[in-house]
């Protein structure tokens, strides 16, 4: 058995193979269950930054794409656009097989909101200087039942961006795993957000730049849906804020935590804000210390860079929002322990094969397989 492994290691540092396959691809309509309709459908390799391999038009139910390589780290994602939304599924190819099967489930729209449940897990400020720095993040909930998709034109989701910021840092909807960069469409209602609201959780996180005046500040926050609770944190902990039905609840490194509870839609909250925002000085010393949770997706200006996102990286709560680096790192983390799965499933059926003297040819492509992955694990370790 060792003697084995030892072998395979060592052509492993010379050798990379790769193997390719069928891909199977189902289409369910999540709404009817029943088969599903495809407008478009795509391939994309992950790999070379999504790459379109192969792309179909009018697909009922079933699809299937010949030749998809294997090994490597290739990874893909499969996209189906119907009725004008598009859905999504990852695909990574296991080494053991030649022939893959995925579902990409898709729902019939509707323009009818309806359903939905909104909660904010935080609304965070920011004082320094002469401006507030706001991040907010708001949970959507699509409750449909039978699960439909809301989308209409220009959009289903309202959202409150103040008329007086001076920098619009972050806007991203999230719909699945990735968060996506998103703009507001103005309309006589107000700004609505383009993206289709799916069955399941949705999240919108944001975060800008307002003047502020250690006098007196308003801060608005116009609300569209109804909230039972939601938190509101604030730095420093001198600073004051006020409005009807805010509660103090906690101090935790160096954040001042408060609660608004039972807010109904149609409201617009005038937060009072004033005193002394924090220091550069003080800035620099906060983010000395050991304390991690909060990781902000994109880099600050630099002129606000020192005194803001050191600061921000103290822990207030499960991170305000979960930066590329991170979800790069999990998907490495990911690979790696799928690797490693699939070289010990690998390695028992090639010793198996050995001592059963099977089929020679099918012995080398075990080998194969076992190639890539050893050389696979090496390149990303």
């Not at 699809?63 to 499969?78: C, N, P, W």
Request: hydrophobic share 40%.
């Amino acid at each position: 058995m060792k003697k084995s492994i030892l072998i395979i290691s060592l052509i492993s540092m010379l050798t990379s193979v790769l193997i390719a396959g069928d891909l199977r691809v189902n289409i369910v309509n999540g709404t009817t269950k029943s088969t599903g309709h495809a407008d478009n459908i795509t391939l994309m390799d992950l790999t070379t930054g999504m790459t379109p391999v192969s792309s179909k038009t009018n697909v009922d139910g079933t699809i299937t794409f010949s030749d998809v390589e294997a090994g490597g780290q290739t990874r893909y994602l499969i996209q189906v656009q119907y009725d004008g939304v598009s859905y999504t599924e990852s695909f990574v190819p296991t080494l053991d097989v030649n022939a893959w099967e995925k579902t990409v489930t898709v729902y019939q729209r509707s323009e009818q909101v309806s359903e939905l449940k909104i909660s904010i897990p935080y609304f965070a400020v920011f004082a320094s200087g002469d401006q507030l720095y706001i991040q907010k993040r708001l949970i959507i909930e699509n409750q449909s039942d039978p699960p439909v998709t809301y989308m209409a034109s220009p959009g289903v989701v309202p959202v409150h961006i103040p008329e007086d910021i001076t920098q619009l840092e972050t806007l991203t909807f999230k719909s699945g795993s990735m968060p996506l960069k998103t703009a507001p469409i103005d309309t006589d209602k107000g700004q609505m957000l383009p993206n289709p609201v799916k069955p399941g959780i949705s999240e919108i996180d944001m975060a800008y730049f307002v003047p502020y005046h250690s006098s007196g500040t308003m801060l608005s926050e116009e609300m569209f849906f109804d909230i039972d609770h939601f938190h509101v944190y604030t730095m420093p902990t001198s600073l004051n804020i006020k409005i009807d039905g805010l509660v103090k609840e906690s101090e935790e490194n160096g954040w001042m935590t408060y609660a608004l509870e039972h807010v109904k839609s149609g409201s617009m909250m005038n937060f009072e804000i004033s005193g002394e925002g924090i220091s550069e000085t003080q800035a620099q010393a906060q983010s000395g210390q050991e304390s991690g949770g909060i990781v902000i997706e994109n880099r600050l200006p630099v002129s606000t860079e020192l005194f803001i996102s050191g600061v921000l990286i103290m822990s207030i709560m499960i991170a305000l929002f979960i930066s590329i680096t991170q979800q790069s790192a999990d998907l490495k983390q990911e690979s790696i322990d799928m690797l490693k799965n699939q070289r010990k499933v690998l390695l028992k059926k090639y010793v198996e094969m050995k001592a059963s003297s099977e089929d020679m040819a099918a012995q080398d492509k075990v080998l194969h397989q076992l190639y890539s992955v050893y050389k696979t694990l090496d390149r990303i370790k």
